[in-house]
């Protein structure tokens, strides 16, 4: 099987890291790729490494040629392009926020505008350890942001057990590496800003990620407002490392609910007792890496730690496409 695809939005580097892996995808041929900025250039051209593929505008991207596309947009700029694409009969995997939230309420009270294709609401969250069957043979799937990823990949096996104490906070003191920023131009991004420094930003129940993280906890039973969710930028290119305070009834239980929740799994380990999980163990992999500690009375510590841009972005959104087209599940990645 020969699956045509494009890429919207290629000179990111959520779009370079995932034309990377699509170009030795086995199952795959890449028709298009976009770029509003570099359009009449070649990839290569945003990065060296890249492959020497001719970028093209939006506007100007074959849509009609292929049988799915991978949207690496900013939000409200997404959801239009996915119906556009749905429309036309062309399968969708969008790594923007648009099509994270299931209601267009969510959506406009977190991102402040309104949705701009409600009409295609909700559709599949692309999670695949912990939902794979929803995303079969889907015509649409939403990414997970980054660090909703390491955060309900250590979360939900515990809320599907019920051991995670009634009324009780979950605090997830989250740090995560310069390119979760993106690749435009800031100040604070700068060389000289960042290296030696490392400081917390949008805490106080305002990060947007913590609306999906909320949803599919809520899902589960873990009623909305109970997360405490601190992100912090480190002085380092990529990486997501959430340390997790968890009130549980059971610690040993839920240690072993961890454990079996990814027993076999290919792309995410839980770690044996007494190794910690690090950046160094996921980073430039499509893998994430869990740890569990005993802390004092009923406290447990869950260490999470995924690439941003692979497990957090890029090689999921593949695991997804490679789900919702009947492939092998990490064909491409590993």
């Known amino acids: 099987m020969t699956i045509r695809v494009g890429v ?39 990065h060296p490494a890249a492959p020497d593929i001719p970028l093209v505008t939006s506007d100007e991207a074959p849509l009609g040629e292929v049988d799915a596309v991978f949207l690496c947009l900013p939000h409200t700029a997404s959801a ?9 009969g062309v399968r969708v995997i969008d790594l923007s926020a648009d099509l994270r939230l299931k209601t267009a ?28 069957e929803a995303l079969r043979g889907a015509k649409a799937i939403a990414n ?40 435009t131009a800031k ?47 480190l002085p380092v290119d990529r990486g997501i490392l959430n340390t997790m305070y968890v009130q549980v009834s059971d610690i ?3 240690q072993q609910a961890i454990r079996d929740a990814y027993a076999g799994e290919p792309l995410v380990a839980a770690l044996p007792g007494g190794e910690m999980a690090t950046l160094a163990h996921v980073v430039r992999t499509p893998r994430a ?7 004092a009375g009923s406290t447990l510590i869950i260490v999470s730690v995924i690439d941003n841009l692979l497990k957090g972005a ?12 009947n492939l092998p599940e990490t064909s491409g990645l590993l």
């Open 187 to 233: 100040q604070y991004l700068l060389f000289a800003e960042i290296t030696g420094n490392f400081y917390p930003y949008s805490i106080g129940r305002v990060h947007r990620h913590l609306s999906e993280m909320e949803q599919t906890l809520a899902e589960e039973g873990i009623e909305k407002g109970r997360l405490i969710f601190s992100p912090h930028l």
């Open 105 to 132: 309420a969510d959506y406009e009270h977190w991102y402040k505008t309104p949705h701009a294709a409600p009409e295609i609401l909700p559709v599949p969250y692309g999670l695949p350890e912990l939902g794979r």
């Open 8 to 46: 919207y939005g290629a000179t990111g580097y959520t779009g370079l890291e995932l034309i990377a892996i699509l170009a030795r995808h086995p199952e795959v041929e890449l028709r298009f790729a976009t770029s509003e900025n570099s359009a009449g250039t070649s990839l290569r051209q945003s």
């Open 80 to 88: 239009k392009k996915a119906a556009e694409a749905l429309a036309q």
């Open 289 to 295: 890496a869990i740890s569990t500690t005993p802390g």
């Open 144 to 183: 997970p942001g980054c660090y909703p990823t390491a955060t309900l990949l250590g979360l939900v096996p515990l809320a599907r057990k019920g051991l995670i104490l009634p009324g009780t906070p979950i605090i997830v003191d989250a740090k995560s590496g310069v390119s979760g920023a993106g690749r």
């Open 252 to 254: 040993p239980a839920a």
């Open 314 to 325: 890029s090689s999921q959104a593949v695991q997804n496409f490679n789900l919702m087209w």
